[in-house]
């Protein structure tokens, strides 16, 4: 297993001629950047510690700008410190198991570094699919810079428009390889998808369809707005601390709008028990002790003082379970998560949101 490679990036923008942009009528065909996250050659990395801001180059000062709108501001940026060289050199000669991201609503592609890293630091390549419009910010390569839009389509269609990007991605992988600069280093055998919120109902969806995808990650996804589908294939489900029914109301309720509120959490724990009863026994449902919504980004890290412990156990339960279902490396997250192993702050749960007692197994039945 690899340990602590060094990581690269390029930006791309992937364009689909064959639709047309829903949320503006000016914009023409869809298209929207992609971030690529890949181990790198450690000789062509040297001193590459910077800041969170350098990777909305070449609008970094208009990202610092909208960034302050939104009250966090570049003091709080800079604090970020990150290991990213763009362009770095490819690890020659080897192919890795690709990642593809999508990410939670109003969330630029790039505010999961701590995730991104620890990935590529463990032999992934992470390919981050921005939403163009849906997100805060997202920065072009040529320095065009979209903001959020004003109104979104209804939840359906912007689920329907990711599912569509992802796969998008997932066709043009091959294409990647025949360039000179990746040549061959993207793994198409090995394909995982991992989504945050809206972004995590996109993946599950797209997972009950496409056949490449070996298996996918929530991360406490939209599950009020999953299909009804079941993907066939292993799931981990990460959430947040808030799992059963009044749990999540308490976590999402809206005094303005209660019944609205009410009746999401209703779908969500309904959802979640047809997951819990469905889907393959390989699958697995596992709360964080602390975690919130955006714990699993780097907005938390910008907006909270939330304890480091949190995202510790995020990634070591994802790296386990890539490298069981992704990597091919039998037992190795069944051992990470047994009652002796497990991250004291990671609980099992069922599909009502309950916490499963020691010595059963939280493995679908």
């Known amino acids: 297993m690899f340990t ?9 923008v992937v364009e689909d001629t064959s639709r047309k942009e829903i949320y503006t009528k000016g914009r023409g065909s869809r298209s929207f950047p992609i971030s690529i996250f890949y ?3 450690e000789n062509t990395i040297t001193d590459i510690e910077t800041n969170l801001i ?8 208009e990202a610092i700008d909208i960034f302050s709108n939104v009250g966090i501001h570049i003091e709080k940026l800079k604090e970020v410190i990150i290991s990213v060289k763009d362009h ?23 505010l999961y570094l701590e995730i991104t890293t620890a990935l590529v630091q463990k ?26 839009a004003e109104r979104h ?5 912007q689920i329907k428009t990711r599912m569509q990007d992802v796969q998008l991605v997932v066709d043009s992988l091959e294409k990647w390889n025949q360039e000179k600069f990746f040549n061959g280093l ?11 919120s809206l972004g995590g109902a996109t993946v599950f969806n797209i997972a009950a369809i496409e056949e490449r995808i070996r298996c996918a990650i929530l991360y406490d996804a939209s599950l009020h707005l999953i299909d009804h589908k079941m993907p066939n294939i292993p799931i981990l489900n990460i959430r947040q601390e808030a799992t059963s029914y009044e749990e999540y109301l308490d976590a999402i309720l809206d005094e303005d709008d209660e019944e609205q509120s009410k009746n999401i959490a209703k779908r969500y724990i309904k959802k979640q028990m047809e997951m819990y009863e469905h889907l393959p026994k390989s699958s697995s449902f596992i709360k964080v002790i602390g975690a919130k919504h ?10 909270s003082d939330e304890s480091p412990d949190v995202m510790k156990s995020i990634q070591e339960l994802t790296i386990a379970f890539l490298q069981e279902f992704l990597s091919g490396n039998s037992g190795v997250y069944e051992d990470r998560i047994n009652d002796q192993n497990r991250p004291t702050n990671c609980i099992k749960f069922d599909g009502s949101g309950l916490p499963i007692g020691n010595g059963e197994s939280n493995v679908i039945r």
Request: charged share 15%; hydrophobic share 45%; no cysteine.
């Open 4 to 12: 602590n490679l060094k990581v690269g990036r390029v930006v791309k």
């Open 39 to 41: 181990p790198a050659l």
């Open 54 to 61: 350098s990777l909305f180059s070449p609008a970094i000062q």
């Open 88 to 110: 770095a050199t490819p690890i020659p000669n080897t192919s890795f198991p690709v990642v593809l991201f999508s990410p939670g609503f109003g969330i630029d592609r790039d």
């Open 123 to 148: 032999g992934y390549i992470v390919v981050a699919i921005s939403v163009p419009y849906d997100s805060f910010l997202t920065v072009f390569p040529n320095g065009e810079v979209i903001t959020q």
């Open 153 to 157: 389509p209804n939840d359906e269609t």
């Open 186 to 196: 993207f793994d198409t055998d090995k394909i995982a998808v991992l989504g945050h």
């Open 294 to 303: 955006l714990s699993f980004s780097t907005i938390s890290r910008l907006i």
